[in-house]
T-cell receptor, first 114, second 115 residues
Framework: GDSVTQMEGPVTLSEEAFLTINCTYTATGYPSLFWYVQYPGEGLQLLLKATKADDKGSNKGFEATYRKETTSFHLEKGSVQVSDSAVYFCALSDLGGGSEKLVFGKGTKLTVNP | KAGVTQTPRYLIKTRGQQVTLSCSPISGHRSVSWYQQTPGQGLQFLFEYFSETQRNKGNFPGRFSGRQFSNSRSEMNVSTLELGDSALYLC??????????????FGPGTRLTVL
């Protein structure tokens, strides 16, 4: 079945450092790809998405490009802030069976120190 | 517009008991999905309901069940609780339009602890 693999971390950075969190996927068909973020004690929030190859999703300074040739969707941010500390999940949509189901990676915990 | 709400937020149960969790989707959303989040297994899909019908089910034992009401509110039930059922249970709703992926909006989750 479909699957998502992401670097599990934890990742610790200093404020204003560059962030990359790697994500690769295995899927039949052409899934949409997502990054979700989870702050402590909260549910998931959609950070960005891309629905087809070569699409670039972006939000709040974060970016990720849907690379079909490498089956990747790496998350990047040029300058992280303390407020970016959270757990980040890469996910794909699986529309099999006529329903909407998200398949998630294991999550990467990011801590940004001042 | 109010977001997805889940009740209760926290639950403590003992092995062998059963539990019912509730989810109210965003107004107008007709699709409700449930996910289990644990440190070991991460986020796993439980099931999805649309118009009171289960459309998809994850790889969980029959002790896990759910339903959806005519107002799109959903409940999930876990019977004969086991220690391994301790998890954060997340509900997500979407406005399913039938044309490709529709964004899922997540609630804050119900933290279930089984003793």
């Amino acid at each position: 079945g479909d699957s998502v693999t992401q670097m599990e971390g934890p990742v610790t950075l200093s404020e204003e450092a560059f962030l990359t969190i790697n994500c690769t996927y295995t899927a039949t068909g052409y899934p949409s790809l997502f990054w979700y973020v989870q702050y402590p004690g909260e549910g998931l929030q959609l950070l960005l998405k891309a629905t087809k190859a070569d699409d670039k999703g972006s939000n709040k300074g974060f970016e990720a490009t849907y690379r079909k040739e490498t089956t990747s969707f790496h998350l990047e941010k040029g300058s992280v802030q303390v407020s970016d500390s959270a757990v980040y999940f890469c996910a794909l949509s699986d529309l099999g069976g006529g329903s909407e189901k998200l398949v998630f990676g294991k999550g990467t915990k990011l801590t940004v120190n001042p | 517009k109010a977001g997805v709400t889940q009740t209760p937020r926290y639950l403590i149960k003992t092995r062998g008991q059963q539990v019912t969790l509730s989810c109210s989707p965003i107004s107008g959303h007709r699709s409700v999905s449930w996910y289990q989040q644990t440190p070991g297994q991460g986020l796993q899909f439980l099931f999805e309901y649309f118009s009171e019908t289960q459309r998809n089910k994850g790889n969980f034992p029959g002790r896990f069940s759910g339903r959806q009401f005519s107002n799109s509110r959903s409940e999930m039930n876990v019977s004969t609780l086991e220690l391994g059922d301790s998890a954060l249970y997340l509900c997500a709703s979407s406005f399913f339009s039938g044309g490709g992926y529709n964004e899922q909006f997540f609630g804050p989750g119900t933290r279930l602890t089984v003793l």
